[in-house]
C-alpha cells in the first residue's frame, strides 16, 4: 500500500483498531519513554493561555487528555475526539472523559465553543491538514489557540540512523510484543513524507491562524507548534 492509500480514513480508523491492544505499551517502547514528556511539554504550552474549555482531537487513548488534566487542574472541560471508537474505549477506561466519536474533518462542535484545540501525533495521519486546521480554527473562540505535537523529519545529519530506527527496528519490536508491524512501517513511512516544521507552520497560517510558532526536541524529531485563532476581521 502506498502512503496515499493508507491515509485514506477508513484504512487510518482500522489500522488504530487493530493495533489498539499493545499501542500505549510501543509508545513507550519506541520512544524510551520520551513520549510522556512531549505530551507534557504540550500541555505546558496550552496552559499558558489559561484555557478553560480544551478539546484534544486525535486523542487516540487518551493521554493528552489525562496530562492536560494534571497540568490544567482549573479547567472547566477537557473532551478527547477521535474517530476510532476502540481506542476511546481504552481513554474512557483510563479515565479520560468525556469523549466523542469525531472525525477531525467534520467536528460535531459549535462555532467558537473551545479556548484551546490539542492535536498529539493525530495531523500525520489527517486526509487533509488544510481542512481540518480550518475546523481547528472554527471550532476555536477568537484569540484562542491550537497547539501541535508532531514527529517531524530529522535533521539531515542523523535521518539515516532515525529512519534505520523507526522503520525497521519500530516494526521488529512491535512483532515481538504481538502487534501489527505494518502498523509502525507506516510510522516510518508518514514521517519521511511529513513536511517540515517551517512549512507546518506555514500550513497553520495558511489556514488563517496569527502568531504561528513552533519548538523541535529529542534532537529535532518532534515539533511543537502553536498558534493563535484570529478575531473577527
Ligand atoms: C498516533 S495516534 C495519537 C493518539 C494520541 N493523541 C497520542 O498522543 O497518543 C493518532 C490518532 O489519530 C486518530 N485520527 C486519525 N485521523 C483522524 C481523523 N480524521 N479524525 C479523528 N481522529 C483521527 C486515530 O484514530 C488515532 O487515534
Redesign the pocket.
Known amino acids: 500500500m502506498t502512503i496515499d492509500t493508507l491515509r485514506e480514513?477508513g484504512a487510518?480508523?482500522e489500522m488504530?483498531a487493530r493495533i489498539r491492544g499493545r499501542y500505549d505499551l510501543l509508545?513507550r517502547l519506541l520512544s524510551l519513554g520520551s513520549d510522556v514528556r512531549w505530551?507534557r511539554r504540550l500541555a505546558r504550552r496550552v496552559a499558558e493561555a489559561r484555557p478553560r474549555r480544551i478539546l484534544d482531537?486525535?486523542?487516540?487513548?487518551g493521554?493528552?487528555c489525562l496530562v492536560l488534566k494534571r497540568e490544567i487542574p482549573g479547567a472547566e472541560l477537557i473532551c478527547g475526539?477521535?474517530?476510532?471508537h476502540p481506542?476511546l474505549s481504552l481513554a474512557q477506561a483510563k479515565g479520560a472523559t468525556p469523549l466523542v466519536v469525531?472525525?477531525?474533518?467534520r467536528l460535531p462542535f459549535a462555532d467558537g465553543a473551545f479556548d484551546a484545540v490539542t492535536i498529539?501525533?493525530?495531523v500525520r495521519?489527517?486526509?487533509d491538514r488544510g481542512a481540518a486546521f480550518r475546523e481547528c480554527a472554527r471550532v476555536l473562540r477568537p484569540g484562542g489557540r491550537l497547539c501541535v505535537l508532531e514527529f517531524t523529519p530529522p535533521p539531515r545529519v542523523i535521518a539515516p540512523l532515525y529512519f534505520w530506527y523507526v522503520g525497521r527496528i519500530g516494526p521488529l519490536i512491535a512483532r515481538a510484543v504481538g502487534t501489527d508491524a505494518g502498523a509502525y512501517r507506516y510510522l516510518g513511512d508518514s514521517i519521511r513524507h511529513f513536511p517540515g516544521a517551517a512549512d507546518l507552520a506555514g500550513e497553520l497560517s495558511a489556514a488563517g491562524f496569527t502568531a504561528a510558532g513552533f519548538d523541535l526536541f529529542s534532537f529535532g524529531t518532534v515539533a511543537l507548534h502553536w498558534a493563535e485563532c484570529p478575531g473577527p476581521a
Not at 469525531?102 to 474533518?105: G, H, K, R, S, T
Open positions: 480514513p487510518i480508523r488504530f509508545n505530551r482531537l486525535a486523542t487516540g487513548s493521554d493528552v475526539a477521535d474517530f476510532c481506542l469525531a472525525d477531525a474533518l498529539a501525533f493525530g495521519n489527517f486526509a
